[in-house]
C-alpha cells in the first residue's frame, strides 16, 4: 500500500513563504505524475500543481509565478514552494499520486496552509 505523507504547513503572514514536501512509500513513485491540490472551507477541492515523471509542470492560473512543484525521485518526495502567499491560498493543501499503470489515485492525510496577518 502506498502511503503520501505531507509536512510543512502552518501559519504565514500575507507575502510569507512555506515549502510543503510530500513523502512517497513503495518503489514506483518515480512513474507517479505528482501533484498538489488544496481544498477551502466551504469550497471544492482544486487542483494547484502537477508534475510528471519527466518533470513537466502545471499549475493553476492563481498561483502562477508564486508557487514552484519540484520532485527528487531519488528520495521520493515532491516539494511544493509557495511564495508571495496570499490570504486566498489559505486551505488544506493534499498530495497526489497517480499511478499510470494500474491507474490508481494515491492521497495523502493533508496538511493546513493558513496565510493570515
Known amino acids: 500500500q502506498v502511503q503520501l505523507v505531507e509536512s510543512g504547513g502552518g501559519l504565514v503572514q500575507p507575502g510569507g513563504s512555506l515549502r510543503l514536501s510530500c513523502a512517497a512509500s513503495g518503489s514506483r513513485f518515480v512513474i507517479y505524475t505528482m501533484g498538489w491540490y488544496r481544498q477551502a472551507p466551504g469550497k471544492q477541492r482544486e487542483l494547484v500543481a502537477t508534475i510528471t515523471p519527466g518533470g513537466s509542470t502545471d499549475y493553476v492560473d492563481s498561483v502562477k509565478g508564486r508557487f514552484t512543484i519540484s520532485r527528487d525521485s531519488a528520495k521520493s518526495t515532491v516539494h511544493l514552494q509557495m511564495n508571495g502567499l496570499k490570504p486566498e491560498d489559505t486551505a488544506v493543501y493534499y498530495c497526489?499520486?497517480?499511478?499510470?499503470?494500474?491507474?490508481?489515485?494515491?492521497w495523502g492525510q493533508g496538511t493546513q496552509v493558513t496565510v493570515s496577518s
Open positions: 497526489n499520486g497517480k499511478d499510470p499503470i494500474i491507474r490508481r489515485d494515491y
